[in-house]
């Protein structure tokens, strides 16, 4: 890949480089209304200030589609008229372009910090559906669940298993996650009392750009045409209340309490030069489920974790696991076939999540279930304290990006910390 330099200044370790420019939904004081943003390096490119300055040219582009305070009605239209966009900016902040960069006037108006901005959610999502998409992750948690039998079951290579989740509880880098209280078993006896498991799921999600009818399937081929782009996704999850509810119907509360994502949409065509093999499908999936060329990204991705103590005693985040994105057994692809192989329609701002990754290593499981076995095997943080699952004031960061230099192409990062449960 060659990425041609921009007059921003970008630093050399940054997720936002010429080759990324992903799109989210930032809020600044002084707006009277959020604007559609596109982050490069520490700025974030003013989508809305830029269309209200003439500098997006000849785009096809209703002052009303970034209005509107998200990003449904922008990837409504699909892949190209985005594409189109994505490139009119790059070509806006190459060096040797000086529309904008001439114009100081404008450079002040369009480009902001980014730290003066608040992201948030990108999309008004619409239907969620949660994975299970990694064979080291079911497979482990199938030994703990199910000891007695076979780690995956019948289904598992057969389609991508997943549920349906709860949108509405979805939310941004940043937002605290409270401890949540559910119906557990204390000593055999079910009690409602508040999660002692809380844990985390390191996933990367996937948005719907353009939409499909009632009564259409999308093809794992023409399934680029219908996303919008990538996050990172933190799927907490209180592994005591789903010990107890998922038989048969699979997790329900344990998860609905919040789910977390990075803000910021990277599109498949910044990821493309990323996209690899997936891992040898055996036995070969149904046709509608088949891949159809490179579907796996490598993403690298990473977990760290802080205690309140260690943050008190001004120590960084440890990082507790560290795998790739491109080892899961089911693509993004084949996932949205799945949800549309028996007709359901999608919408712009649906959303779907890959499942937790892991890696076939203790230092790559993408969950603290598996790193501790259930526990079995505490982390030891730092200061000493040990870490079964989450306690309060804990905080989890997630990263993820492909490539390195002027040519990475980062998602960012998804941030939360817990809090007591509340009374
Ligand atoms: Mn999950």
Known sequence: VTVAAS?????NDSDFTLANLPFGIATKHGWSSPHVVIAVGRYVFDCNAALDSDLLGDLDLNASTLATGSLNELFAQGREPVSSFRCRV???????????QDRLDLVTEVMV???????????????????????????????????????LLPNWKQLPVGYHGRSGTIVPSGTDVCRPRGIVLDEGIPTYSQSKMLDFELEVGT????????????????????????????DWTARDIQTFEYQPLGPNLAKSFLSSISPWVVTLDAVEPYLVHQPRQDPLPVRPLRAHGNGAIDIHLEVSLSSAL????????????????SEMYWTWAQQLAHITANGAST?????????????????????????????????????????????????????????????????????????????
Not at 90 to 99: P, V
Not at 120 to 142: C, K, M, R, W
Not at 382 to 394: K, Q
């Open 207 to 234: 948005f719907v750009g353009l939409g499909s009818a009632l009564g259409e399937s999308i093809s794992t081929a023409d399934a680029a045409n219908h996303i919008a782009g990538f996050v990172l996704f933190n």
């Open 113 to 151: 910090p980014r730290s003066s901005v608040t992201m948030q959610l990108p999309f008004v999502i619409g239907d969620y559906v949660d994975f299970y998409s990694s064979e080291a992750h079911a497979t482990n948690l199938g030994k703990m669940f199910r000891p007695q039998g076979d780690p």
């Open 310 to 325: 260690m943050r008190e005693s001004g120590l960084n985040p440890v990082r507790v696991s560290k795998t790739n994105f």
């Open 90 to 100: 790059a070509e806006l902040l190459r060096s040797d372009n000086t529309e904008l």
């Open 347 to 423: 919408r712009t701002g649906d959303f779907y999540a890959s499942g937790t990754v892991s890696g076939t290593e203790p230092d790559s499981y993408g969950s603290l279930i598996e790193m501790t076995w259930r526990g079995e095997r505490p982390l030891v943080l730092p200061t000493g304290e040990v870490r079964a699952f989450l306690e309060d004031g804990d905080e989890v960061n997630m990263r993820g990006w492909c490539g390195k230099g002027p040519e990475r192409v980062g998602l960012g990062k998804v941030s939360g910390r817990v809090l007591p449960a509340r009374e």
């Open 7 to 11: 007059w921003v200044d970008i630093p």
